[in-house]
């Protein structure tokens, strides 16, 4: 069972197009759900997202 927040998952889920989102979205994402970027990691791989362009190594 997840222990993401099912608020995240959907937001992940909603904002990956194609299967993929980038890093720079996923930090907004982290700011705007007042969660560590490493959550939306987590929620990305449960949802088999891949994070692309990542700039800073997060995820």
Request: hydrophobic share 40%; charged share 35%.
């Amino acid at each position: 069972m997840s222990e993401i927040n099912r608020e995240v998952l959907d937001a992940v889920r909603q904002a990956a197009k194609d299967g993929r989102l980038t890093c720079t979205e996923a930090r907004k994402m982290a700011r705007d759900l007042k969660v560590a970027p490493r959550i939306i990691g987590k929620a990305a791989d449960e949802l088999e997202i891949k994070i692309k362009s990542c700039e800073l190594g997060c995820f």
